[in-house]
Structure formats: C-alpha cells, structure tokens
C-alpha cells in the first residue's frame, strides 16, 4: 500500500473533489438551488440566461477559492498541532506561558 504522500503526489488524492458535507441538508438545500436556478431560466431571455450563467460560473470559483484556502489554513493548522503535540509542549490556553 502506498502512503498518502505517495498518493498526493501521483495525484490520486483529489480532496476538493471528494469532499461531501455531512449535514443532512446538504442535499436538499442543493436540490432547491437547482430548482430555482431552472425557474429564472425559463423566466429569463437568452441573454439573461448567459448572463445568468455567468454569475453562476462566477459564484462556483469564487467557492471554490475559498474552499481551498479553507483546506490549506486547515492543513496549515492541524500541522501546527500536531508539530506542538510532537514537542511536547504543556500549553492548552492562550494566556499559559
């Protein structure tokens, strides 16, 4: 079995793609997104309906910009733990010097 950095670097870890909340109203409130999304459609013309596209396409990479640097900072900080927990430091509150 290869390790995770193994994997990460041949690029079969793909975590922004596998990434799935687990709120129960996840799905449905998508299910409700694409719901309305398709009533403006049919209300729109066909310019709007590119326009409206557009801002789709726009909102997804704005999300998706900020769910990787979400996963980064995570990232970031899960080592900075686990590299205090490593050392062996004592300090648990912000005050404890």
Do not use: W
């Not at 596209?53 to 995570?74: P, Q």
């Amino acid at each position: 079995m290869k390790s995770i950095l193994e994997e990460l670097h041949n690029g079969a870890v793909y975590p922004a793609e596998l990434i799935c909340p687990s709120d129960p109203e996840y799905r449905p409130v998508n299910k409700e997104i694409a719901e309305e999304i398709d009533y403006f459609m049919e209300k729109m013309s066909e310019e709007d309906g590119k326009r409206f596209d557009k801002l789709d396409e726009l909102f997804n990479r704005s999300s998706y910009m900020h769910a990787t640097a979400s996963f980064v900072y995570g990232f970031r900080l899960a080592t900075l733990m686990m590299i205090e927990v490593y050392n062996g430091k004592s300090q648990i509150t912000r005050n404890e010097e």
